[in-house]
């Protein structure tokens, strides 16, 4: 596992802001991300952009 490259990242849902899927980016490269994926939530096909990080406490 490569270590201080890439950050697990979620990606939410812009509409409902639900954290739907977890994706890693490379931060020093990408800043902003986003994707057309399918939210439960919103029962179609919204944007879902990365946002928080995904802190691992071990
Ligand atoms: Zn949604």
Redesign the pocket.
């Known amino acids: 596992m490569p270590r201080g490259k890439s950050t697990n990242v979620y990606l939410s ?6 954290q ?1 899927y977890t994706t890693r980016i490379n931060k020093k490269k990408t800043t902003k991300l986003e994707h057309n994926k399918f ?1 439960a ?2 029962k179609k096909m ?1 944007p879902h952009a990365s946002g928080s990080e995904i802190k691992h406490s071990s």
């Open positions: 849902c812009k509409e409902c802001k639900m739907n939210c939530s919103c919204t």
